[in-house]
């Protein structure tokens, strides 16, 4: 599943402005940063899984959380290894495994990780990279060389995954064994991939920045995009929510 | 040497590519797969060296289910020449490239310095040549020996003259003649270019929308316009002449025989070629 690429719809959340959305993504990850609740950081996942059903994104969003999981317990098992404020909960021959202030800080960041990476991922499910490079050009006045930048960034992530899989299985079927349960073997095995993956990628780069110049990029303008991006009142709607959401986050 | 035995395969997300799919190929067979773009036949060649599993049925690589086998055993016996060679090229060295494949596979190291320095000088090919600097005929080259010099029974080819010109094509595809010759290699070759299927290929599979709706002879393929068409496939232009011209041409299939069949008529004087 390519997590980083639009899913066509027709739901509210895909009718916002870019411009809107962008900044909804941005407060809502603000908002699982300043909650210090373990029950908010649980309540804001849970609505942002409500939130994905609603455009049509809950198949998405669950594998993300799912990924998203296996980091936080990463996350988990090293606070709860390393902090060390409040009482000692788990404590064997005298030597304190994890206290409550660890279970709590590594509780609170293994969520939040979760919670501040699911909206941005649902903000590329809902956003054309096109729209959101043209929204920021027309709304914010970005220079359109770099709204075209970030955008492109964004854009070329999932071709570089399929090019590194086609790497990759060219050269399994030459014999080379990925599969190895060897970390060292695997990694020695790894590292010769991303010659031929980085030749490609400075390829498709300049030769993408050569065909851009060609149509004429740099005569690219404010005015240049035909397609407007006027704010409505579900933008009000939306920025309001997110607004008392953070007022929320910061109280409880 | 493979045998699908009604294979089925979908990519995630998406509709049956290959649908109940049974054909067979015998060892030092050179068969050539034709259809349109998305027909299946990138699949295929996947499925037949294990880098994709089938959603049903079976595919035998020399006997060995794909499923049960690992992809690096596979690949010990199927040679996958890649469309784009960049993706196989990955050593800074044509040398350090060739030898790879062997090194991988656990060859000597007097064994694979052999073999190396032999599939040099059979492609001529420098060891020292910084391999991504070079033509994309070279990189086609370069990438072939390294799947050759491993000595496999199957020869996988996807599109393998893409991007090159005749001379080079000529020459890969003579090379892979003569070792389907003298060392019995068993070659599938993926292709869109029907005068080398119909110069090369002794056998078509002809794909339709993961269907297999032809396969046999090249010659009686390359006249069986309902097969092509279905396939959407334009038909090689010697074979296609000589239909046009009648029954007198039914054996002509090559430049050589339509230039000898045109002397004939023309000694004889007979209808419209003559004239």
């Known amino acids: 599943m390519n997590l980083l690429q639009y899913v066509p719809g027709d739901s509210f959340l895909h009718k916002l402005n870019p411009v809107t959305k962008l900044f909804a993504a941005f407060l809502y990850g603000v908002a699982c940063i300043v909650t210090q609740s373990v029950w908010v950081e649980i309540v804001l996942i849970m609505l942002m899984l409500a939130i994905s059903t609603l455009a049509g994104l809950q198949k998405r969003a669950l594998h993300l959380a799912k990924n ?54 649902l903000l590329f499910a809902i956003t054309q990279m096109n729209d959101l490079c043209s929204a920021l050009v027309k709304c914010l006045h970005v220079p359109y060389k770099y709204a075209f930048i970030v955008t492109t960034a964004f854009r070329f992530v999932p071709l570089f995954t399929t090019e590194f899989h086609d790497i990759e299985d060219a050269q399994k079927a030459r014999g080379v064994e990925y599969d190895t349960k060897n970390f060292f073997k695997k990694m020695s095995l790894i590292a010769p991939l ?59 | 040497m493979l045998t699908f035995d009604k294979v089925s395969f979908a990519y995630p997300d998406a509709k049956e590519t290959i649908n109940q799919l049974s054909f067979h190929i015998e060892k ?5 797969l034709i259809g349109s773009n998305g027909a299946g036949k990138s699949t295929i060649s996947r499925l037949a060296n294990g ?21 690096s055993a596979i690949a010990k016996k199927v040679g996958f020449l890649f469309q784009n060679p960049d993706r196989q090229i990955c050593q800074n060295s044509v040398y350090d490239e060739i030898a790879f494949g062997l090194k991988v596979q656990g060859f000597s190291k007097e ?34 020996a390294s799947v050759l010099v491993t000595k496999p029974e199957l020869v ?52 339709t929308r993961g269907r297999l709706v032809g396969d046999g002879n ?58």
């Open chain 1, 68 to 121: 998203l999981f296996i980091l936080g317990l990463f996350m988990f098992v090293l606070q709860l290894l390393f902090v060390r404020t409040g009482e000692p909960l788990l404590v064997y021959n005298n030597f304190c495994f994890f206290t409550t202030g660890g279970l709590s800080s590594a509780l609170l960041l293994s969520f939040r990780i979760i919670g501040t990476m699911l909206p941005l991922m």
């Open chain 1, 194 to 252: 991303f010659v031929p993956l980085l030749i490609s990628s400075l390829k498709k780069v300049d030769s993408g920045a050569v065909s851009a110049e060609l149509r004429g990029f740099h005569l690219r303008t404010v005015k240049s995009g035909y397609k407007e991006y006027p704010f409505g009142l579900q933008d009000g709607i939306c920025a309001v929510c997110i607004l008392c959401l953070i007022a929320g986050a910061a109280v409880l």
């Open chain 2, 28 to 32: 030092g067979e050179m068969v050539s």
């Open chain 2, 51 to 71: 880098l994709l599993l089938p959603t049903a049925g079976k595919v035998y690589v020399d006997g060995a289910d794909t499923q049960r086998t690992k992809t």
């Open chain 2, 111 to 144: 064994e694979t310095d052999r073999r190396t320095k032999e599939v040099l000088e059979t492609f001529s090919l420098k060891g020292d040549w910084f391999p991504f600097t070079r033509s994309r005929g070279e990189r086609q080259r370069i990438a072939l």
């Open chain 2, 156 to 207: 996988i080819l996807d599109e393998p003259t893409t991007g090159l010109d005749y001379r080079e094509c000529i020459m890969i595809m003579d090379y892979l003649t003569q070792l389907n010759k003298t060392e019995n290699v068993t070659v599938l070759m993926v292709s869109h270019d029907m005068e080398l299927v119909q110069e090369y290929a002794k056998r078509v599979l002809v794909l």
């Open chain 2, 218 to 275: 090249t010659n009686a393929i390359m006249k069986d316009m309902s097969i092509l068409s279905k396939a959407n496939v334009i038909p090689a232009q010697i074979p296609t002449l000589a239909l046009k011209f009648g029954d007198r041409f039914s054996d002509v299939y090559t430049i050589e025989e339509m230039v000898d069949a045109i002397k004939k008529e023309k000694q004889q004087g007979k209808g419209e070629v003559a004239s």
